[in-house]
């Protein structure tokens, strides 16, 4: 996608996306809600059409050449929403069929790695099983790219783990994975590369490795006495100390030494947080639409 | 609200009962806010209509002589009778001057009290909005309570204002009050009926569909025993709508019958609160079953089927008994002929034959009006799976737009044409077989047929509707109800000659169908395909409502 822009009404979602994914990778979408992930998309799959600028999948033009392309794809919606009536079964065949067949066994296989009963009418199903009914029916289609939004949403997290384990066996295969998501740390542990979309815009994109001066972990420490000095440590930040209470913004640099000053201290108790797309985007971009002032 | 469940807390008899009330009157507020420009253009729009009328009536009967004669001719037509009732004092302005309100407007008031309580209710609880809403401070109750005092307070206003604007439009006082009480209790008892229909199934279509099914039979008991003789039978007394009629008002005003509906709307009404404590919030009253574990949809087309047989199934065996039994009614047309006056009437409009036919007719068109009704809420099942985020579903599938669009409005077309062959053979049956004259199957049929092209321009008027603009599906049903006045009261209010042209149920041919009712055919089937071929081009251009 080049210079994409695409506006609600006076609401411009999108103001000029740039965005590419290689063939055979998986590309984490990551941005805070409202970001434009979802209308990005539904802009891939020619449900939206763009104001200006063009976009082209597996070199095909989205809007125009919907059934050839479709039939290479396939879709998890972010907010699934399947007839209440229709078991969850009959809706993952239906879905299969209309994406031009489906693998049989490997429907079966992914029903029980994802524990769904597909007897149940699909009004009976919670958010989580809606979710499993659109992630069995695209990933038993043998599509050679997957558009996933926010498909862990809803998901308990031992169903998060089968569901990484079916990306990675998809990466494995060669193919393609567009993985939108607000949580970094699921981007993290499946993607080659990520984009960070803000605003309509991506602001960042690269492979993880190359964003990780970005994420800083949160670490709470209790000590039996503070350490003096502690905020001079090269890549630690905002320390707070209260009583015997530290805590402590650090950069993946700056772990160890922090951590064994901490020790030398008589560590008592440690907690420590990942750090959440939230986070990152409340330092390097500062409140909501002021990231061009703010970025680093 | 804080005191509600501070005494709610304490745990008493009263105390419970506030509990599940709790919130009641933040619904009341929200019901409002929603419909702050529904409610109160339809309650302008019943009290202008019956002003107007009322105005016209004087103009149009000056003296008693001329009313005595217009009543006379009216109650001597079997298909007036039967479509609007009887006169019951020939000589009252306002008896024949509201002649079409009584049942026949009684009718369309109760739809809409109908349309109005179950989206209150039911349509609330399936699209999980009141789930939302019960996560806050809201007992089980309050929104059946808040659905119900919007629907009351909705027909009383409309039943007080066209009273009033009855009599501004010169019509006596007492009578007006009457016929103004007749609407509100009616329109109440209706809405205890869509209240109970709300709590019977999960679904809020369904839920419609079976209150407006109940309006068309109580119609039709009360349209049975208007046509006996003397008039009316105990058919009219089982029937709300029937009550309405009995209550003549401008015709001796019999206050006593306004009981009837309100004590209907009193029993059902904790009917529906004792529905409500049975099941839980989103549950029909049947537990759900399992299903097929494997699908065998091949497609979109055969997911529309499934997804629209069940209603269709039910307007297909609700037109059958509703076509056998007018359709013997033809029977009594021949007993009208008896009366004094209608001699006269019958050789002026040209013998019995022309009088079944006049009479078929009549019976025939109002089937394609509501077969044109069918049409329309199976096309906005379009509008109403896109809303839902189903289309999002399908489309990111190697659905085609056009593949999906047409699956709707194939089913919708082939189910008008399905409801207009099974009229047509079921009123000719019962003609038929009441008059011995099996001639008369095909006739109708045909004629019932002929109706289809009409219904075809509102289905696809539905279609370029949710092709250009969406959110104004709604807007189709208002057309039709539109076009239903201007052909029911047009020349009562001058309206112009183009306008109730445009009208496609103007140009359906009536009894009897011959070559010559071919150019309109073609014309109104060429209107609807351009209708159709515009809401794709529309569709086809814009964005996927998300």
Request: some cysteine.
């Amino acid at each position: 996608m080049t210079g994409v822009v695409k506006r609600f009404g006076s609401v411009t979602a999108l103001d000029g996306l740039d965005f590419s994914v290689a063939e055979g990778e998986v590309h984490g979408f990551l941005g805070p809600n409202g970001s434009g992930k979802s209308t990005t998309l539904r802009l891939l799959l020619g449900m939206l059409r763009a104001n200006s600028g063009s976009i082209r999948v597996l070199g095909l033009d989205p809007w125009h050449d919907v059934a050839t392309l479709h039939r290479r794809l396939a879709y998890v919606p972010g907010d699934v929403a399947i007839w209440p009536n229709l078991t969850g079964g009959e809706v993952i065949d239906l879905l299969g069929r209309l994406q031009g067949g489906q693998d049989r066994a490997r429907r079966d296989l992914l029903l029980q790695t994802f524990d769904l009963d597909p007897t149940k009418k699909s009004r009976t199903y919670s958010k989580g099983n809606r979710q499993k009914v659109a992630l069995v029916a695209a990933l038993a289609t043998d599509a050679e790219l997957f558009l996933l939004d926010e498909p862990t949403s809803g998901l308990d997290p031992l169903m998060e783990d089968a569901f990484r384990g079916c990306v990675r066996e998809l990466r494995g295969q060669g193919r393609t994975v567009l993985l939108s998501s607000h949580i970094l740390s699921e981007a993290e542990a499946l993607s080659d590369r990520v984009s960070i979309i803000r605003a309509g815009r991506v602001v960042e994109s690269g492979p993880l490795a190359q964003l990780r001066h970005l994420t800083r972990t949160a670490v709470t420490a209790d000590v039996a006495r503070v350490p003096p000095g502690l905020d001079l440590l090269p890549g630690v930040h905002d320390v707070v100390v209260t009583d015997h209470r530290v805590t402590a913004q650090v950069d993946p640099a700056g772990l160890a030494p922090f951590l064994q000053a901490l020790t030398a201290a008589g560590l008592e108790a440690l907690t420590s947080q990942p750090p959440t797309l939230e986070d990152l985007f409340l330092r390097h971009y500062g409140p909501a639409g002021s990231f061009e002032s703010a970025r680093l | 609200m804080s005191r509600t469940l501070a005494r709610s807390r304490t745990g008493t008899g009263a105390g419970r009962l506030a509990g599940t009330l709790a919130g009641t009157g933040v619904l009341v507020r929200l019901g409002l806010r929603r419909d702050r420009w529904l409610l109160p253009l339809w309650i302008a729009g019943f009290a202008l209509m019956a002003y107007s009328t009322a105005a016209a009536g004087a103009e149009l009967y000056p003296d008693a002589a001329n009313r005595v004669a217009a009543s006379t001719a009216l109650n001597a037509t079997a298909s007036m009778v039967a479509l609007f009732g009887r006169i019951y004092d020939p000589a009252s302005l306002g008896a024949l001057s509201l002649i079409k309100y009584t049942a026949f407007m009684t009718a369309i008031l109760a739809v809409l009290m109908v349309v109005l309580t179950i989206r209150h209710t039911r349509g609330d609880e399936e699209s999980g909005r009141l789930e939302l809403l019960g996560g806050g401070r809201l007992g089980r109750d309050a929104p059946l309570v808040s659905a119900l005092a919007i629907s009351f307070a909705t027909s009383i206003l409309t039943g007080l204002l066209s009273a009033g604007a009855l009599a501004v439009g010169g019509l006596p006082g007492s009578g007006s009050l009457a016929f103004g009480l007749g609407w509100a209790a009616t329109g109440m008892a209706y809405s205890a009926v869509a209240a109970v229909a709300a709590q019977l199934t999960a679904s809020a279509r369904a839920a419609t569909g079976f209150s407006i099914g109940v309006i068309a039979v109580t119609y039709g008991l009360r349209a049975v025993g208007d046509l006996a003789e003397p008039g009316p039978s105990v058919w009219s007394w089982l029937s709300p709508i029937g009550w309405n009629q009995q209550i003549r008002a401008y015709a001796g005003d019999h206050w006593w019958v306004l009981s009837l509906p309100l004590t209907l709307c009193a029993a059902l009404v904790p009917v529906a609160f004792f529905l409500r404590s049975q099941r839980d919030l989103g549950a029909g009253l049947r537990d759900e079953r399992p299903g097929p574990a494997r699908g065998h949809l091949s497609g979109v087309l055969a997911l529309a089927v499934r997804l629209q047989y069940r209603v269709l199934a039910a307007w297909c065996v609700a037109f059958v008994l509703f076509g056998v039994v007018i359709g013997s009614l033809v029977g009594n047309v021949a007993d009208f002929l008896s009366s004094p006056g209608a001699q006269d009437l019958m050789r002026a409009l040209g013998g019995p034959q022309a009088l079944t036919d006049a009479f078929l007719a009549a019976e025939i068109s109002i089937m394609g009006v509501t077969a044109a009704a069918y049409g329309i809420s199976a096309a906005n099942h379009l509008r109403s799976e896109e809303a839902a985020g189903h289309t999002e579903a399908l489309l990111g599938t190697a659905t085609t737009r056009i593949r999906w669009a047409s699956s709707h409005y194939a089913v919708a077309l082939a189910g008008v044409a399905l409801l207009q062959l099974l009229t047509g053979v079921s009123i000719g049956i019962g003609a038929a077989s009441a008059v011995n004259d099996a001639e008369l199957v095909a006739r109708s049929a045909v004629a019932a047929l002929a109706q289809i092209p009409a219904a075809w321009v509102l289905t696809s008027a539905a279609l370029a509707v949710f092709g250009w603009v969406p959110r104004m599906a709604g807007g189709v049903w208002v057309l039709l109800l539109g076009l239903i006045a201007l052909g029911e009261f047009g020349v009562l209010w001058n309206a112009p000659e183009w306008l109730m042209d445009l009208s496609p149920f103007r140009h359906t041919p009536l009894l009897p169908v011959d070559a010559e009712a071919v150019p309109a055919l073609v014309a109104l089937t060429a209107a609807a395909a351009l209708l159709g071929a515009l809401g794709y081009a529309g569709w086809r251009r814009r964005d996927l409502a998300a």
